[in-house]
């Protein structure tokens, strides 16, 4: 059956959630202690987190789903903070872009990559765990190049990640 990609609704806050309580330990580097991704799946990953974004103009949210079921999420930044990263800095960030592990290989996250591009304008920006490899090869698969690092807090941890950008004009 074929995915399909729509805009979220405040009917799939509790679904967001889910996927993005069960996909963020994958996001994170694979020694991340289980108490600081538990502090941020509390203070980040909760039906109203998503309902706040829903209702924040500068955020897009879309869905991957097949046969009515939530398998994934992106979430578009138009306003994202700086990162003292010139080349990132002006652009709008994907902050988000998770799928189910029993979607992995199956096109899902590149029909939801590509969806979510679609929205954007120009240049893009977004971070990864310098140790997700996975998803690194991806993005760079897609145009996306390293122009710097940033840190993400996770409860007491500070992990690195990659700041990539996507230039269409380039890729």
Same mark, same amino acid.
């Given at each position: 059956?074929?995915?399909?990609?729509?805009?979220?609704?405040?009917?799939?806050?509790?679904?967001?959630?889910? *996927?993005?309580?069960a996909?963020?330990?994958l996001?994170?580097?694979?020694?991340?202690?289980?108490?600081?991704?538990?502090?941020?799946? %509390?203070?980040?990953?909760?039906?109203?987190?998503?309902?706040?974004?829903?209702?924040?103009?500068?955020?897009?949210?879309?869905? +991957?789903?097949?046969?009515? @079921?939530?398998?994934?999420y992106?979430m578009l930044?138009?306003?994202?903070?700086?990162?003292?990263?010139?080349?990132?800095?002006?652009?709008?960030?994907?902050?988000?872009?998770? *799928? +189910?592990?029993?979607?992995?290989?199956?096109?899902? %996250?590149?029909?939801? +990559? &590509?969806?979510? +591009?679609?929205?954007?304008?120009?240049? *893009? @920006?977004l971070?990864?765990?310098? @140790?997700?490899?996975?998803?690194?090869?991806?993005?760079?698969?897609?145009g996306?190049?390293?122009?710097?690092?940033?840190?993400?807090?996770?409860?007491?941890?500070?992990?690195? &990640?990659? *700041?990539?950008?996507r @230039?269409?004009?380039?890729?």
């Amino acid at each position: 059956m074929p995915y399909q990609i729509r805009p979220a609704h405040g009917d799939d806050c509790a679904a967001l959630s889910q *996927v993005g309580q069960a996909t963020f330990a994958l996001a994170s580097p694979p020694d991340s202690a289980p108490a600081a991704q538990r502090h941020y799946i %509390a203070d980040n990953l909760q039906p109203e987190h998503f309902l706040a974004h829903l209702r924040d103009p500068h955020k897009r949210l879309l869905v +991957l789903e097949q046969d009515g @079921r939530v398998l994934g999420y992106s979430m578009l930044d138009l306003a994202p903070g700086t990162l003292g990263i010139p080349d990132a800095d002006p652009l709008v960030e994907i902050s988000r872009c998770y *799928v +189910l592990p029993e979607a992995h290989g199956q096109g899902g %996250a590149q029909q939801l +990559l &590509d969806a979510t +591009l679609a929205y954007t304008q120009g240049a *893009v @920006r977004l971070t990864v765990n310098e @140790r997700n490899a996975r998803a690194i090869r991806f993005y760079q698969r897609n145009g996306f190049g390293k122009v710097g690092e940033a840190i993400f807090p996770c409860g007491e941890e500070r992990h690195r &990640d990659w *700041v990539m950008v996507r @230039r269409p004009e380039l890729s």
